[in-house]
């Protein structure tokens, strides 16, 4: 699994997988243009919709109403490091039995980023300068 990150100026970034694209930008009040969600809300984002496909794939499975399946997801920010420090998934699903309730919470609870994040990973960064830079 990879994404490419372009930078497209200012704090303007473009991201592609697969062919889709989406912008990541900053409000005004940061330097940006507002053009594209921040890191961190697409953080939220990644979250909230993986909680959703895992609740939606319980659902379908026991062919339960997921058309009006919605998911809300908040953070708090943290210092010291600078983090979101704690996150909030709220799953919205009208009209489920309450004996699914606790089905869907622990579907949504397998989801892969849900995971990533309890179970902090690896991150290995690295810089490198490619030398065709240098011959220009």
Same mark, same amino acid.
């Given at each position: 699994?990879?994404?490419?990150?372009?930078?497209?100026?200012?704090? %303007?970034?473009?991201? @592609?997988?697969? &062919?889709?694209?989406?912008? +990541?930008?900053?409000? @005004? &009040?940061? $330097? &940006? @243009?507002?053009?594209?969600?921040?890191?961190?809300? *697409?953080?939220?984002?990644?979250?909230?919709? +993986?909680? $959703?496909? *895992?609740?939606?794939? *319980?659902? %379908? =499975?026991?062919?339960?109403?997921? $058309?009006?399946?919605?998911?809300?997801?908040?953070?708090?920010? =943290?210092?010291?490091?600078?983090?979101?420090?704690?996150?909030?998934?709220?799953?919205?699903?009208?009209?489920?039995?309450?004996?699914?309730?606790? $089905?869907?919470?622990?579907?949504? %609870?397998? +989801?892969?980023?849900?995971?990533?994040?309890?179970?902090?990973?690896?991150?290995?960064?690295?810089?490198?300068?490619?030398?065709?830079? *240098?011959?220009?």
């Amino acid at each position: 699994m990879e994404v490419t990150i372009q930078h497209r100026g200012d704090v %303007k970034f473009e991201a @592609s997988a697969r &062919g889709h694209r989406v912008i +990541c930008d900053q409000p @005004s &009040g940061n $330097g &940006g @243009s507002d053009s594209g969600m921040t890191p961190p809300e *697409y953080l939220l984002v990644s979250l909230g919709t +993986c909680a $959703g496909f *895992y609740a939606a794939q *319980y659902l %379908k =499975a026991r062919s339960l109403a997921h $058309g009006d399946l919605e998911v809300k997801v908040s953070a708090e920010k =943290a210092t010291q490091p600078a983090r979101l420090g704690q996150f909030r998934i709220e799953v919205i699903v009208p009209g489920l039995d309450p004996q699914h309730q606790a $089905g869907v919470l622990r579907a949504v %609870k397998a +989801c892969l980023i849900h995971n990533t994040l309890i179970h902090a990973p690896a991150i290995e960064t690295v810089v490198s300068t490619p030398i065709e830079a *240098y011959a220009l």
